[in-house]
């Protein structure tokens, strides 16, 4: 089983639509999981930054993390055509030894079509 | 707004030559990482490199990749001898902490041909 799980896609939605982006993760150790957002041929951007199990809202996204399930989502409200991109989620684990490498999924692409 | 930096922004080399590519990280952070992603694939962890010494490397970076933090502002990755497979988009990034945000770099794109 690999450690993070992404549905590379492509998710094609209208502007406006409500995104749902997921990963799944099979390490117990992960404690911190990212959102990262990434345009093509450039750099990944932190999204959002949260920690353990909850939700955190910024604007129009909402990162959840659900330890017990080791599911974790991404939820953009009101998508703009400047939201198409490909989403990464990362995670690190936590504890002495750990260096703070993160685990990257595969990225799924979102396409917002105006 | 800071931000990591790197240099070049593309390098074609020949396999079997050595390249060099640079990264400057964010002024006030401690912990530096280099990250590549074949085209179309995952992004992979590298190395990380803190108090300037590695603090953990992955399965890619043997004995052809070094990294090096020659001064208080600049953080390297060499490859010795450059393979086909090589080819990626290299990703500097840093953070305060272990466990911060790590900013990433605009990636330099290595092409060994």
């Known amino acids: 089983q690999k450690e993070v799980e992404q549905d590379p896609g492509p998710l094609s939605v209208p502007e406006g639509a409500i995104v749902s982006l997921n990963c799944t993760y099979s390490?117990?150790?992960?404690?911190?999981f990212m959102w990262y957002r990434q345009y093509s041929r450039k750099g990944p951007e932190l999204l959002m930054y949260t920690y353990s199990s909850g939700n955190k809202e910024d604007g129009r996204f909402t990162a959840q993390v659900d330890k017990s399930s080791k599911y974790i989502s991404l939820f953009i409200r009101d998508s703009q055509p400047s939201d198409s991109a490909t989403y990464l989620c990362?995670?690190?684990?936590?504890?002495?030894?750990?260096?703070?490498?993160?685990?990257f999924g595969q990225g799924t692409t979102l396409q917002v079509k105006p | 707004e800071p931000e990591v930096t790197q240099t070049p922004s593309h390098q074609v080399t020949q396999m079997g030559q050595e390249v060099i590519l640079r990264c400057v990280p964010i002024?006030?952070?401690?912990?530096f990482y280099w990250y590549r992603q074949i085209l179309g694939q995952k992004v992979e962890f590298l190395v990380s490199?803190?108090?300037?010494?590695?603090?953990?490397k992955s399965e890619i970076f043997d004995d052809q990749f070094s990294v090096e933090r020659p001064d208080g502002s600049n953080f390297t990755l060499k490859i010795r001898s450059t393979k086909l497979e090589d080819s990626a988009m290299y990703f500097c990034?840093?953070?305060?902490?272990?466990?911060?945000?790590?900013?990433f770099g605009p990636g330099t794109r290595l092409l060994v041909l």
């Open positions: 390490n117990s150790a992960f404690q911190y």
């Open positions: 490199f803190y108090n300037n010494e590695i603090s953990e």
């Open positions: 990034a840093s953070s305060v902490g272990q466990r911060e945000t790590q900013y």
């Open positions: 990362a995670m690190s684990a936590r504890g002495a030894g750990n260096t703070g490498k993160l685990i």
């Open positions: 002024s006030n952070h401690l912990y």
